[in-house]
């Protein structure tokens, strides 16, 4: 990560989303990893829940958070597999299909081949991807803790963060609303 000390950093608001149908609050734990990273780097924690693999659901707490102007982007942890229950993708496309927004390819891609470094040819099971919907970034990431930290450590800590260079999310979001 390349910080240009010049550039005032500036808190994202971030909402967490964990999907899945046997995790609870008390044993989420890369919910649990994922909230202490945001924080730990000085972002806001807005909003933090549990929906089942279910896309109906899903998309309707993702659209809600989306109308939440206080909230600047949702980070998902679960769901991304290929297994018959992991519709975490499918609610994305929803979501995009239901409001002008757009898909993030590289982010997919940047995910499988940073975890391909820890996982090995493993990664080629993970659906992690990424939209931008009505001015909200949404991230959706595999639901271990490994595919957490690969996640955030590598590359939504830098990209969410206002003072990286040469470019980042953070720079885009006054402009992410434009028609």
């Known amino acids: 990560m390349t910080i240009d000390p010049e550039r005032t950093f500036k808190p994202v608001s971030i909402a ?3 999907v899945s149908d046997t995790r609870q609050s008390h044993d989420d734990t890369s919910g649990d990893l994922l909230a202490e990273r945001v924080k730990a780097a000085g972002h806001k924690l807005a909003m ?7 896309v109906a659901r899903i998309a309707s707490r993702l659209n809600n958070w989306i109308d939440d102007r206080e909230i600047d982007a949702v980070i998902i942890t679960g769901g991304t597999g290929l297994t018959g229950r992991d519709v975490t993708p499918e609610a994305l496309d929803k979501v995009v299909d239901s409001g002008g927004g757009k898909h993030i390819p590289g ?5 499988r081949w940073v975890s391909y470094q820890t996982i090995g040819t493993s990664t080629i099971q ?6 931008v919907a009505r001015g909200t970034y949404i991230f959706a990431l595999p639901g271990s803790n490994g595919a957490v930290k690969d ?12 003072r990286n260079r040469p470019c980042n999310f953070v720079e ?8």
């Open 16 to 18: 967490l989303l964990t």
């Open 48 to 54: 933090r829940s549990i929906e089942k693999d279910d």
């Open 151 to 162: 996640g955030w450590d590598l590359i939504l800590a830098e990209q969410l963060d206002s």
């Open 126 to 131: 993970s659906r992690a991807c990424a939209i």
């Open 172 to 179: 885009l979001m006054p402009r992410l609303r434009e028609v």
């Open 107 to 111: 982010f997919g891609e940047l995910f």
